[in-house]
Every structure is written in structure tokens, then in C-alpha cells.
């Protein structure tokens, strides 16, 4: 079974923007909801946000306004669009795509 994979952290400035993507590599009828959470090593595991089927979004307070989900048309892919980026934020993040799970995740580091 295929396992979501990650991509896009890095390092970037206070302030700044990136772009995470999510991929499974099957095909994915009738997905339900997808999810990004994050950790980091002071804190617990977190949700940041979801979208469901028809397309609607759901965000963590911490990150409303600032973070967006977007799925363009390839049904397995999906993307988190981070702005305005404090390092509050800098975390593992983690796409959780079921029934497929949750990915190895992508390190994002906010810099002063």
C-alpha cells in the first residue's frame, strides 16, 4: 500500500512562504478527508488543517489566514501554501491521506 510522501520544507526566513506538497502514488477514489499535522521536538504532535471531499477547508487557529490547502487536479496530489511564516511554525510536517497514512514528513525551519 502506498505511503503518502512530502516535499517542500526547508529553511526560509521569518516572514517568508513555502509551498508543501502530498503525493500517493495509487489512484484514490472517493477520498474522504486529507490532513496536515505537524510536530516539533516541544510539542506534541498538532493538526493544522484538513480538506474533505468536496472540497471544503478546515485550519488550526494558529494557522487561519495564513496557511492554504489546495488539490489541483491530480487527484492523488495535494498542497499546503504557508505565508507569513514565524518560527512558531517550524515543525515536521506530515500529510495523513487515509486510508494510505501518514508520510515520513517534511522538516520546515524558520529562521530569525
Same mark, same amino acid.
Given at each position: 500500500?502506498? &505511503?503518502?510522501?512530502? *516535499?517542500?520544507?526547508?529553511?526560509?526566513?521569518?516572514?517568508?512562504?513555502?509551498?508543501? +506538497?502530498?503525493? /500517493?502514488?495509487?489512484?484514490?477514489?472517493?477520498?474522504?478527508?486529507? +490532513?496536515?499535522?505537524? &510536530? *516539533?521536538?516541544?510539542?506534541? @504532535?498538532?493538526?493544522?488543517? +484538513?480538506?474533505?471531499?468536496?472540497?471544503?477547508?478546515?485550519?488550526?487557529? *494558529?494557522?487561519?489566514?495564513?496557511?492554504?490547502?489546495? @488539490?489541483?487536479?491530480?487527484?492523488?496530489?495535494?498542497? !499546503?501554501?504557508?505565508?507569513? !511564516?514565524?518560527?512558531?511554525?517550524?515543525?515536521?510536517?506530515?500529510?495523513?491521506?487515509?486510508?494510505?497514512?501518514?508520510?515520513?514528513?517534511? &522538516? /520546515?525551519?524558520? *529562521? +530569525?
Amino acid at each position: 500500500q502506498a &505511503q503518502p510522501v512530502e *516535499s517542500g520544507g526547508g529553511l526560509v526566513h521569518l516572514g517568508g512562504s513555502l509551498n508543501l +506538497s502530498c503525493v /500517493v502514488s495509487e489512484s484514490i477514489p472517493n477520498i474522504q478527508v486529507m +490532513s496536515w499535522y505537524r &510536530q *516539533s521536538p516541544v510539542k506534541e @504532535r498538532e493538526w493544522v488543517a +484538513s480538506m474533505i471531499h468536496d472540497g471544503k477547508t478546515t485550519y488550526a487557529e *494558529s494557522v487561519k489566514g495564513r496557511f492554504t490547502i489546495t @488539490r489541483p487536479s491530480a487527484e492523488n496530489t495535494w498542497h !499546503l501554501r504557508m505565508n507569513n !511564516l514565524g518560527i512558531e511554525d517550524t515543525a515536521t510536517y506530515y500529510c495523513n491521506v487515509p486510508p494510505f497514512g501518514m508520510g515520513r514528513g517534511t &522538516q /520546515v525551519t524558520v *529562521s +530569525s
